[in-house]
């Protein structure tokens, strides 16, 4: 009987963050990423093995670039031997007219929120696949599903998360290893930081539940989807409070 482990990629703060405390209260182990933020992401590390004496991973990596993925797992399969859930949690947004959109803006945001789903789909599978166990839950957002105005980059991306999550969960069904998307609405991160007082009125105004949600309500929901049966494949789960 192994202990459980999971890796969050993109867990420096916001639900990432949230999502490391949600696991590590439970006992689990767990290997965690970041793009930049090395000191947020140690503390977070030392914080989590000293209150639930769990072993906690960290890398700095850009989960865009496969080699720097495909270190970070070798490192993780020497040290916990088995990864039982990836969240792919990793990303950027960026708000402005497409027509303003450089070529380079496009293919940081489709690198850091579709191929790095790839990259570490790709690179958590094959151990998943000897073990016949394993479970990948995709961090996907409102505008996958229906687009945004001055998002279309990252819409693009997400909607792109959305379908590598239904096929996915198609090609890894026979193996019972369930691939899900939580497709989030606006969530109370550091992510929304850039927006005024009144356009996050204006926001909560068009919420019907009135409100953000909140890190920890994303976390409990991935928490949940670790419990379901494996039956439970290919969703695309929105977390809006009744938005879109
Ligand atoms: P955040 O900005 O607070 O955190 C993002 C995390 O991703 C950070 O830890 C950062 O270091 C990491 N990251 C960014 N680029 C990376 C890269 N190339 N490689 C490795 N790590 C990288 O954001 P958040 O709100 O916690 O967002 C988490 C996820 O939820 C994202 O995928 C985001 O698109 C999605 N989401 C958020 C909202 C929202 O309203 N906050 C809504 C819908 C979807």
Avoid at 39 to 54: C, G, M, R, S, W
Wanted: charged fraction near 15%; proline fraction near 3%; include cysteine.
């Amino acid at each position: 009987m192994h202990s459980n482990c999971i890796w969050i990629t993109g867990a420096s703060r916001g639900i990432g963050a949230s999502t490391a405390r949600k696991f590590a209260a439970q006992g689990w182990n767990m290997a965690l990423t970041c793009l930049h933020s090395t000191d947020l992401l140690q503390a977070l590390k030392q914080e989590l093995e000293d209150q639930f004496h769990i072993t906690c991973r960290t890398f700095t990596a850009d989960m865009g670039d496969y080699a720097q993925v495909a270190s970070c797992m070798e490192d993780i399969l020497q040290t916990f031997g088995h990864v039982d859930v990836l969240v792919n949690n990793a990303g950027i947004s960026r708000i402005g007219l497409f027509s303003d959109l450089s070529p380079g803006d496009w293919q940081t945001i489709l690198q850091t929120n579709l191929t790095s789903v790839f990259n570490c789909c790709h690179q958590a599978l094959p151990s998943m696949l000897r073990e016949k166990s394993g479970r990948i839950i995709n961090i996907s957002s409102v505008w996958g599903c229906v687009g945004a105005s001055c998002e279309a980059a990252y819409s693009a991306a997400k909607g792109g998360v959305n379908a590598l999550t239904q096929a996915l969960a198609k090609e890894l069904a026979p193996s019972g290893i369930p691939v899900n998307a939580i497709a989030c609405g606006a969530i109370d991160t550091d992510m929304n930081g850039g927006l005024s007082v009144q356009e996050r009125t204006a926001l909560e105004e068009e919420i019907p539940a009135g409100r953000f949600g909140l890190p920890w309500e994303v976390a409990d929901l991935i928490w949940h989807l670790t419990q379901t049966p494996v039956y439970l494949t290919g969703q695309i789960l929105r977390l809006d409070g009744g938005w879109i």
